[in-house]
């Protein structure tokens, strides 16, 4: 089955820095790679997705870039802002599995200001 | 509009007990899903719908039934409670666009 690994697993920055969080997946039939924002206590929440058949995308201070040969995909965060501090989770569709998702591990971004 | 709704919001049951995780969505979405969290990881599929009448097991089902007799409803069943199903359990619907819309969550304690 599907296997989403992702670092660094904390991440400290400094007000107005850039964040990047890694993940690699093992399914090369996967096509769907959402992040999802966490805060303690909450749901996740969906903040920006990407296709198999795009390299990259962007919303705002938010940007994911795919590379479908190495098999992995990063999250890109610019002038991070303290309210963007949670734990952040990549994800890979399942593709035996309806397009469910496989998780990775989280990363606990701190935004110092 | 509702979304997903989950309940109870909290439980906490002695090991070997049951009980039922209620979901329902109101966005007419075929998919469905249950994941697990345990603390300070990720989510983990439990089972998973892909229409009424139709349900398949996902990464981590033992321990778990489930039904979908109504596009809307998706209850998770725990037949024996055990410490080890202490958690947070997600449910999530799934839009066409392969979106999930996850929801609050059921803080469950087995002791």
């Known amino acids: 089955g599907e296997n989403v690994e992702q670092h660094p697993s904390t991440l400290s920055v400094q007000e107005g820095d850039s964040a990047v969080i890694k993940c690699t997946y093992s399914?090369?039939?996967?096509?769907?790679f959402p992040w999802y924002k966490q805060e303690l206590g909450k749901r996740p929440q969906l903040i920006i997705d990407?296709?198999?058949?795009?390299g990259e995308k962007k919303d705002q201070r938010i940007a994911v870039t795919l590379n479908k040969t190495a098999k992995h995909f990063s999250l890109h965060i610019t002038e991070t802002q303290p309210e963007d501090s949670a734990v952040y989770f990549c994800a890979a569709s399942l593709s035996n599995a309806g397009n469910m998702l496989t998780f990775g591990g989280g990363t606990r971004l701190m935004v110092k200001p | 509009n509702a979304g997903v709704t989950q309940t109870p919001k909290f439980q906490v049951l002695k090991t070997g007990q049951s009980m039922t995780l209620q979901c329902a969505q109101d966005?007419?979405?075929?998919?469905m899903s249950w994941y697990r969290q345990d603390p300070g990881m990720g989510l983990r599929l439990i089972h998973y719908s892909v229409g009424a009448g139709i349900t398949d097991q996902g990464e981590v089902p033992n321990g778990y039934n489930v039904s979908r007799s109504t596009t809307e409803d998706f209850p998770l069943r725990l037949l024996s409670a055990a410490p080890s199903q202490t958690s947070v359990y997600f449910c999530?619907?799934?839009?066409?666009?392969?979106?999930?819309?996850f929801g609050p969550g059921t803080r469950l304690t087995v002791t």
């Open positions: 990407i296709r198999s058949n795009v």
């Open positions: 966005m007419n979405h075929e998919y």
């Open positions: 399914d090369s039939a996967s096509n769907y």
């Open positions: 999530a619907s799934i839009d066409r666009d392969d979106e999930q819309y």
